[in-house]
């Protein structure tokens, strides 16, 4: 069995259903002819690049229309691109997976696609891919393979569609020696080092890796630093976006992980509200670990957190074993947030169907594409949440990419929080008995 995704349709609002199917149908965006504005509001068809200006309205003149692509892909393929356990310890994710585009949302017309496990680029009109997820400070690293004339670049911290490289993103050149800004340049802000940098490998797969911390944002290539640039201003977190210029590019290994995060367990759990009157018990035991045992009940945060990426290690040695990550929470409420289901269990022999949403998925409202987690071995999921946008990586992999477009609502449970809220641990009935570790958390807020 695959997951068949296809590019049919495109629009500027991901209507997601709980149905896993119709799931699969918006994790994909049209790869052609994907026009993402309205009649009343044109897209900007030309993102700023160091050698073209935004452009205002679109090009008048007619658009090559690319065949559209549709993609599949099988459990086993997915389950392969799981990273070490010592990476998603640390944080690590896939941006791709290999396979599909899922997670990512393209602006304009050009021909983004797959091949040999890649992503390529290479006619089309001027725009981003961009990731639908959003990204403050975080290290990011990633292969490329450009032609000799191309010029492309990796958009940091971007809007959807950027208007000015040089106040509302960072885009990092991917371009010839005899551009103003080579390869590994932060485009209107700071030139590499040529010397450091060292001359251009047209048709050679190079290791780029880009580091976002607070204001300063630094580039390596083939693990020399080459660029060093500090922003008066402090950019918010935004999207990542590949850029389709001019000429032939192609991506793979894209990986990631947050920075900024902050340990959420000690042996006091001194950062958390327990019940006593709740059934069940939460402890932490000798090994460090949080002891989720029986339930109905929580374990809630003394802060409250809007937006945020949370990692957790967790671990279910028995089938039919249930517990979730609460968040945006009504402080305390009985569980009255959003869910990220923890449960390893799958129908039909088939980790693509997974049981009561599967970890990772957003409980009642998607289903995870795939089950990454398997019991009896420790797992590791990181949640982001970012305005109404909602996603989950296990193993590295992205299982789940939701949009809440209900109307706002005080509880999540009835329409859409962005709204800082608790996180609460959840023990879901007598037979839970989970256990979570290494637990951190980088909040995204803004003060």
Request: hydrophobic share 35%; net charge negative; charged share 25%.
């Amino acid at each position: 069995m695959a997951i068949e995704v296809n590019n049919e349709k495109c629009s500027r609002s991901r209507k997601t259903s709980v149905n896993l199917a119709a799931a699969l149908l918006i994790s994909m965006v049209s790869i052609a002819g994907c026009n993402r504005g309205t009649p009343e509001t044109p897209p900007v068809e030309n993102p700023p690049t160091a050698s073209t200006p935004a452009a205002s309205t679109p090009d008048p003149e007619p658009q090559v229309e690319f065949i559209r692509q549709s993609y599949a892909a099988s459990a086993d393929e997915l389950l392969a691109q799981r990273l070490p356990a010592d990476k998603v310890s640390d944080g690590w994710v896939r941006l791709f997976d290999g396979h599909t585009l899922f997670g990512w949302e393209i602006t304009g017309k050009a021909n983004f696609r797959i091949e040999d496990g890649t992503i390529v680029v290479d006619d089309g009109a001027q725009c981003l891919m961009c990731t639908s997820t959003t990204w403050g400070d975080f290290e990011l690293t990633f292969e490329f393979n450009a032609d000799e004339k191309t010029n492309s670049g990796v958009f940091i911290r971007t809007p959807f569609e950027p208007n000015d490289v040089t106040t509302d993103c960072y885009e990092i050149n991917i371009a010839p020696d005899d551009n103003p800004f080579p390869t590994g340049s932060i485009v209107k802000r700071q030139k590499v080092d040529g010397e450091t940098a060292g001359p251009q490998k047209p048709g050679k797969w190079r290791t780029m890796t880009i580091v976002a911390d607070g204001n300063d944002v630094s580039v390596s290539l083939d693990d020399n630093v080459v660029c060093r640039y500090t922003d008066p201003i402090d950019l918010p977190g935004r999207r990542i976006g590949l850029q389709h210029n001019s000429g032939r590019v192609a991506f793979r290994n894209l990986r990631i992980k947050p920075l900024g995060m902050e340990p959420m367990l000690d042996a006091e759990l001194s950062r958390w509200t327990k019940y006593p009157d709740m059934p069940g018990e939460f402890s932490i035991n000798d090994e460090g670990d949080l002891h989720v045992l029986g339930g109905s009940m929580q374990l809630e945060t003394k802060q409250s957190y809007g937006d945020f990426f949370m990692l957790a290690e967790y671990k279910i040695d028995a089938p039919g074993m249930n517990s979730g990550i609460f968040f945006r929470c009504i402080p305390g409420d009985k569980m009255m947030g959003y869910e990220c289901q923890v449960n390893n269990d799958f129908k039909d022999g088939s980790p693509l169907s997974p049981v009561d949403c599967g970890t990772g998925g957003i409980f009642r409202r998607q289903d995870a594409r795939v089950v990454a987690g398997e019991n009896g071995q420790w797992s590791t999921v990181l949640l982001h949440a970012s305005g109404s946008k909602i996603a989950a990586w296990v193993g590295g992999v992205q299982v789940s990419d939701w949009e809440d477009t209900r109307e706002a609502h005080e509880n999540p449970r009835k329409g859409k929080r962005e709204s800082p809220g608790t996180i609460m641990i959840q023990g879901h009935d007598p037979k839970t008995d989970v256990l979570f570790r290494n637990m951190q958390i980088s909040s995204m807020d803004r003060d």
